[in-house]
C-alpha cells in the first residue's frame, strides 16, 4: 500500500472511530507516537493523517499538546446577503482579473474588460473560515443603494475547500449578489461560498 492510501486509510478509520463515539467532541486522542505503534506505521505517516482530519474538520491541535475532537462548527443564518460582517475576516487576494463572459453579463461590461478583485475569507469568532467572499468590480468602487441576489448550490473546489476544512467538491451555497447603483445599474457583483454545515439561509426581500 502506498503512503498515500495508507494515511487516508488511517484518517477514515479515525473517523469512523469518532462516529462510533469511541472519542467524543472535545476528547484528546493518543499522542501522534502511540498511535503509529497501534497503526504500526511511522509518526510521519499519522502526522498526515491528522493534518488531513483537521483540514476537514474533524480535528482540531494544539501545538505541542496533540489533537482533539473538534465541536461541530456553530450553525449560522444567513438573512441579509449585503450585511456586513461582525467578526474577523482576512483579505486573501486582490489580484485584477479579465472579465468573463458571466462576469461581463453581470456587470454589463465587455468581455475581457479589466475588473478589480477582492477574495476574502470570513472568520468566525473561533478562527474558523465561515464564508469565502470574490467581489468584482470596474474602475473604482462606487456606493450602491440596493442589491440582488440568486441563491444555487455548487461543489466546492480544491482552494475552496482547503479555506474551508472541507473536502473537494463538497456542495455549499453560492450566493451571486450584485449590488446596484440608483439607476438599477450594477456596481460590484460578488461569490459568496456558504458551507451547508454551517448556514442557514432565509432571504427575506431585497433591498
Do not use: C, F
Not at 467524543?24 to 497503526?39: C, F, I, K, Q, T
Not at 440596493?146 to 461543489?155: D, F, K, N, R, S
Not at 482552494?159 to 472541507?166: D, N
Not at 455549499?172 to 442557514?200: F, K, Q
Request: net charge positive.
Amino acid at each position: 500500500m502506498s503512503a498515500d492510501a495508507r494515511y487516508r486509510r488511517i484518517a477514515a478509520d479515525i473517523r469512523d472511530r469518532i462516529t462510533a463515539g469511541e472519542w467524543r467532541p472535545g476528547d484528546w486522542l493518543p499522542s501522534r507516537a502511540a498511535m503509529a505503534v497501534e497503526y504500526d506505521v511511522n509518526p510521519q505517516t499519522m502526522r498526515l493523517a491528522h493534518a488531513l482530519l483537521r483540514r476537514t474538520g474533524i480535528l482540531e491541535g494544539e501545538k505541542r499538546k496533540g489533537v482533539y475532537v473538534a465541536h461541530p462548527p456553530a450553525m449560522r443564518t444567513l438573512t441579509d446577503a449585503d450585511a456586513d460582517w461582525p467578526h474577523s475576516s482576512e483579505t486573501t487576494d486582490t489580484r485584477p482579473r479579465r472579465a468573463s463572459a458571466e462576469l461581463a453579463e453581470r456587470l454589463d461590461v465587455p468581455v475581457g474588460a479589466v475588473l478589480q478583485h477582492e477574495a476574502v475569507e470570513r472568520l468566525d469568532p473561533g478562527g474558523r473560515s465561515a464564508m469565502l467572499v470574490s467581489s468584482w468590480w470596474r474602475g473604482r468602487r462606487r456606493p450602491h443603494v440596493g442589491y440582488v441576489v440568486e441563491l444555487g448550490v455548487a461543489p466546492l473546489n480544491e482552494e475552496q475547500a482547503a479555506a474551508l476544512g472541507l473536502l473537494v467538491d463538497t456542495l455549499a451555497y453560492r450566493m451571486v449578489r450584485t449590488r446596484l447603483d440608483r439607476d438599477g445599474r450594477p456596481v460590484e457583483t460578488a461569490d459568496l461560498i456558504l458551507p451547508m454545515d454551517r448556514w442557514l439561509v432565509r432571504l427575506g426581500g431585497m433591498r
